[in-house]
Nanobody
Framework: QVQLVESGGGLVQPGGSLTLSCAAS????????MNWYRQTPGRERELVAG????????NYADSVKARFTISRDNAEEMVYLQMNGLEVEDTAVYYC?????????WGQGTQVTVSS
């Protein structure tokens, strides 16, 4: 079955950096685009970044452009989110996601807290 396991979240000061990782299994990872979403209490889940199956095309929310970088390793079946210049507003639970044949799968999420 499809499994997505995020890691790498934590507490960081404003201006700091974190790298999130997502380990994927149970599907042909190299065939599918992957996405990172985030959610804060009371708000809808927001698309943060996406990457196509080969890793050659990426897209970002305007709020994170030039600060976040999504990447993937198809051999290791991993997807990453490098986050630099973190702001208090980036505080959220971050989720790894894949859409396969019309069904969206989610990991359990990893908490990122940006605070001084």
């Amino acid at each position: 079955q499809v499994q997505l396991v995020e890691s790498g979240g934590g507490l960081v000061q404003p201006g700091g950096s974190l790298t999130l990782s997502c380990a994927a299994s149970g599907f042909r990872f190299s065939l599918y685009s992957m996405n990172w979403y985030r959610q804060t209490p009371g708000r809808e889940r927001e698309l943060v970044a996406g990457i196509n199956s080969a890793g050659g095309s990426t897209n970002y929310a305007d709020s994170v452009k030039a600060r976040f970088t999504i990447s993937r390793d198809n051999a290791e079946e991993m997807v990453y989110l490098q986050m630099n210049g973190l702001e208090v507003e980036d505080t959220a639970v971050y989720y790894c996601s894949v859409r396969i044949f019309g069904q969206t799968f989610w990991g359990q999420g990893t908490q990122v807290t940006v605070s001084s």
